[in-house]
């Protein structure tokens, strides 16, 4: 008798072969049959065990004609040979309390992993017990979703759920990451860039291998990941299946109780008991996905708008023809180094020395301060800002404005026709097509320096050699014509170890003195173990900065100097906190006071060192405020 015959005779009839079986003829899953709870887990999400168990059970013995009664083999066919499935369930029948602690063991690792993940925050600090001893609502409403659900689009949607929530995990750990730095969440549209610049920085700072080590250690967790969340539900919805009427239940009371909690506004340790962070935090992105969308059309007008486009050349900055002007950025030079506790007492007493330095040699100095767009990096960001007279905060404006014809500070020089306008760019390592925008006639990067040391981690050139270059190939040369020049310091660039110190002018030559300089100095690696000694060499950084800049200016500057220095950023929060502004300092210094008497209405401070109260603006703010103190007057 063939099996396709028995599966049609009448259940009566299936039921005495059953019960009557020829002797050794009966199969082995007759023998050693799978206990209900084993059979229904393996047969996957969509299995229900019991009777009792609701409508999904009905279908499920329906559809399998394996949980059938076995038929009556033919007396010449062999006994089946054992299955691997069959070996399987006979170890959990010889080890049941085993087999019962990992399957509970396995379910309530994968309910821990889904709440974890519907409860994470986007910040580090954040990342506190209280805030897992809540109830979630997302959870509540995908479970009351399975559980409705038929067979196959139940599948689909456990799916598809556990991958969007092992993305929504993803994209929170990249977050916790953009918040310690630039304290600011990752922008989907516009910051994929910044994973490659991550990526040069941690190889110029711990080594190509370690950098490639921790790209393969992020790709391989984010496949683990995006695994083990769709099993960790799909595995939830078995147990659901298994105990339907449980889950009805229990689905209903959490709905009950968070509804309570969202009533009576109760809290725990300062946060709502009933939660929905992972909707708030997708409703968060695809906000900042609409406002970057819309963004473009409203910053096109802005940079159409430019009130000193139509001015007249003759007019532009004539308070300052004849004049040498420098615009230099110190690397993560903000208000923290002047005011923390940690770092401040070195910076202040080099600002202050500085200050009489420059008093000794003729020259005079006002300083207050700006708010940068930008914290923890995105220097060109904030250069932009600054030079543009526009609030540039992301990639698109950057992209955008630097490639309109806006007049920039610097180009506004160049648009007079009485300026040479040069640049110096240590940390540009490749082509700059942005230089043109900038209005610089010449650009000096690391490659055309001709410098012959080692970096100084991710800084490939020491600031002393940057401006010692500087006046040998153009400060220094005889010239008819006035300069502008543009000069970026990097050596205050994170992770501020090695850290380059001071030599004597004359010996900076080629700069291969710099190399037992950098062997000399400490291990980033080991720095970034502690905070203090973080912020420690951060202020040492910031100091050797600003003492190349203030010796610069004293040994080759004359009469004609003019120059601005300011901060980009604030450093990384590891340095300032999570609170700390965006402000940073900004100086003029100049020989004739003629140059300060048409800054004297601003309320700045005297000396490098600006007051605590002094004037902060905008940084977008400085370049119209600028053209307007040195230009003629309009019309």
């Known amino acids: 008798m063939s099996l396709s015959s028995a599966h049609q005779r009448p259940a009566k009839d299936q039921a005495d072969s059953k019960e009557q079986p020829p002797p050794g003829d009966a199969p082995e899953e007759a023998v050693a049959e799978p206990a209900p709870e ?12 019991a009777p009792d168990d609701g409508p999904d059970a009905e279908q499920t013995h329906a559809e399998d004609p394996a949980e059938a009664a076995p038929a009556e083999p033919e007396p010449t066919d062999p006994a089946p040979a054992p299955t691997s499935k069959n070996a399987l369930a006979r170890w959990r029948e010889r080890h049941p309390g085993v087999t019962r602690g990992l399957s509970w063991s396995l379910t309530a690792l994968a309910a821990v992993l889904v709440l974890f993940a519907f409860l994470m925050p986007e910040r580090l600090p954040q990342l506190t017990a209280s805030r897992f001893a809540r109830v979630p609502a997302e959870p509540i409403l995908l479970a009351a979703l399975l559980l409705v659900l038929p067979p196959r689009p139940r599948r689909v949607v456990a799916v598809v759920s556990g991958v969007l929530l092992g993305l929504l995990v993803l994209l929170d750990c990249v977050n916790m990451g953009f918040y310690q730095t ?18 040069s920085f941690l190889k110029d ?4 291998a370690t950098a490639y080590g921790a790209l393969a250690g992020a790709l391989l967790a984010v496949l683990v990941l995006l695994v083990l969340m769709p099993l960790a539900i799909v595995r939830l919805v078995t147990v659901m299946l298994r105990h339907p009427s449980v889950a009805r239940r229990g689905t209903l009371v959490a709905g009950v109780v968070w509804m309570t909690c969202a009533t009576l506004g109760i809290q725990v340790s300062g946060l709502n008991l009933a939660a929905k962070d992972a909707g708030l935090r997708v409703r968060s992105q695809v906000g900042m996905v609409r406002q970057g969308l819309a963004d473009r059309k409203v910053f096109a007008e802005k940079v159409a708008d430019d009130p000193f486009a139509k001015v007249p050349p003759d007019r532009l900055l004539s308070g300052l023809r004849g004049k040498d002007v420098i615009f230099t950025f110190i690397e993560s030079y903000g208000r923290g180094a002047v005011e923390d506790p940690a770092m401040a007492p070195g910076v202040d007493a080099v600002l202050r020395d500085g200050t009489r330095q420059l008093a000794d040699a003729g020259f005079s100095a006002r300083s207050g301060w700006l708010t940068s767009p930008v914290t923890g990096g995105g220097s060109w960001l904030a250069h932009t800002t600054f030079l543009s007279g526009l609030w540039v905060q992301d990639q698109q404006r950057y992209r955008y404005v630097s490639s309109s014809d806006r007049m920039t500070l610097t180009s506004a020089f160049k648009r007079t026709g009485d300026f040479r306008t040069v640049g110096m760019m240590p ?4 082509a700059w097509p942005e230089g043109k925008f900038f209005g610089l006639d010449h650009i000096h990067d690391s490659r055309s320096m001709g410098y012959q040391g080692p970096k100084f981690s991710w800084s490939p050139v020491p600031d002393q050699y940057t401006l010692s270059a500087f006046e040998r190939l153009e400060h220094g040369k005889a010239s008819n014509q006035p300069m502008m020049s543009e000069i970026i310091l990097t050596s205050s660039h994170n992770p501020w170890a090695p850290i380059p110190r001071m030599i004597d002018w004359d010996r900076v030559g080629d700069g291969s003195v710099y190399d037992a300089i950098e062997k000399e100095g400490k291990d980033p690696k080991e720095v970034w173990k502690d905070p203090k000694q973080v912020r420690q060499e951060y202020g040492n950084a910031i100091q050797y900065s600003l003492k190349s800049l203030v010796e610069f200016v004293t040994k080759y500057g004359n009469e004609n100097t003019v120059l601005v220095f300011l901060g980009d950023h604030q450093p990384v929060s590891t340095v300032v906190g999570v609170d700390a502004s965006r402000d940073v300092p900004i100086a003029i210094v100049a020989h004739d006071p003629k140059v300060l008497d048409q800054v004297s209405g601003w309320g700045w401070s005297d000396g490098l060192q600006p007051e605590h109260d002094a004037p902060v603006w905008r940084m977008d703010s400085f370049r119209d405020r600028f053209l307007n103190a040195f230009s003629a007057p309009r019309p």
């Open 38 to 49: 084993d059979a229904a887990e393996a047969a996957g999400p969509e299995a229900a065990p």
């Open 182 to 199: 630039l304290e600011r969440p990752f922008h989907p549209l516009f910051d994929w860039p910044l994973f490659s610049d991550g990526l």
């Open 205 to 208: 700072s711990a080594g190509e």
């Open 427 to 430: 940390g540009v390592t490749r």
